[in-house]
């Protein structure tokens, strides 16, 4: 063993300790959240065959749900979550940039909202049979006939008084910039004229730790569950969320969708990548 300038102890075994550290810390944390999942779940499960699953009613419990969990699950995967700017209050439409399966976590704590989601995640288990539970809509961007079905359900969303939250690029992305918006999704907001919200994501580790852009922004052909093991040996994660202070409209999906992505472009700060750039 040796003693660095700071006085702590340093070497082999030392390095051992950390790394058991850090895994037995991530075995914990995967505990936990089997435990919170399947307590909540089995709660929403009870609950739905109280109210119903379509009454407004139930759409409050199952929102007031979902939104206790993700805090649950920030707080056990100490992921601490700073929000620049006032959040929208339903009915709304927000897009944001996409760069983790965390971002749902991270607005689900902060809002009662309904997410618009890929249609392969209807067929995970047990995360899709939980997503279609809470009222998630799926959407097979390549479908055209789907697009239309889809939209008239965030039309109908947004009308009953509820709010949605949209990511436009349509996949997770590195964090070095936003990639450019796809405008099919914005269809009902032009329609409609829907004023919308939008804001941006980053995240950040400590240092000496993962850059963020490797541990954290899940894109490209990286595996879930590989990622999501590597991410739990995390000490902390730093979440913000920056909102624009305006909404935007315009009866022209393509417009609408370029001056959201300049908009949420101009509010992101790229996620550190570490060596790479």
């Known amino acids: 063993m040796h003693v660095a300038d700071?006085?702590?102890?340093?070497?082999?075994?030392?390095?051992?300790?950390?790394?058991?550290?850090r895994r037995a810390r991530a075995i914990a944390r995967l505990v936990a959240l089997g435990?919170?999942?399947?307590?909540?779940?089995?709660?929403?499960?009870?609950?739905?065959?109280?109210?119903?699953?379509?009454?407004?009613?139930?759409r409050r419990f199952r929102q007031g749900m979902f939104k206790a969990w993700c805090a649950l699950v920030l707080r056990t995967l100490a992921i601490d979550t700073t929000v620049v700017g006032r959040l929208p209050e339903a009915p709304y439409?927000?897009?944001?940039?996409h760069l983790s399966y965390?971002?749902?976590?991270?607005?689900g704590s902060r809002l009662e909202t309904v997410f618009l989601a890929r249609h392969d995640l209807a067929g995970w288990p047990v995360i899709g049979w939980a997503a279609e539970r809470l009222g998630t809509l799926f959407i097979n961007r390549r479908d055209f006939g789907?697009?239309?079905?889809?939209?008239?359900?965030i039309a109908a969303v947004v009308e009953r008084g509820d709010g949605l939250v949209v990511f436009p690029e349509g996949t997770t992305t590195s964090g070095r910039t936003v990639s450019p918006f796809r405008s099919p999704v914005l269809e009902p907001a032009a329609a409609l004229r829907l004023p919308v919200a939008y804001g941006?994501?980053?995240?950040?580790t400590p240092?000496?730790?993962?850059?963020?852009?490797?541990?954290?922004?899940w894109w490209g052909d990286a595996e879930f569950a590989p990622?999501?093991?590597?991410?739990?040996?995390?000490?902390?994660?730093?979440?913000?969320?920056?909102l624009g202070p305006d909404r935007l409209s315009d009866g022209d999906r393509k417009v609408l969708a370029l001056q959201l992505h300049r908009k949420v472009s101009a509010l992101f700060v790229p996620v550190d990548r570490g060596d790479d750039g």
């Open 227 to 242: 990622h999501f093991w590597g991410m739990l040996h995390l000490s902390r994660i730093d979440a913000m969320l920056s």
């Open 200 to 204: 941006a994501l980053r995240y950040a």
């Open 6 to 21: 700071n006085g702590r102890p340093t070497g082999p075994l030392v390095a051992r300790a950390g790394a058991g550290w």
């Open 93 to 97: 439409l927000l897009v944001t940039n």
């Open 207 to 217: 240092p000496g730790e993962a850059p963020a852009g490797d541990a954290v922004c």
């Open 35 to 58: 435990l919170w999942t399947g307590t909540g779940f089995s709660a929403l499960v009870v609950g739905q065959a109280i109210v119903g699953r379509t009454t407004p009613r139930a």
């Open 146 to 153: 789907d697009l239309r079905a889809v939209n008239a359900a």
């Open 102 to 107: 965390i971002d749902i976590l991270v607005l």
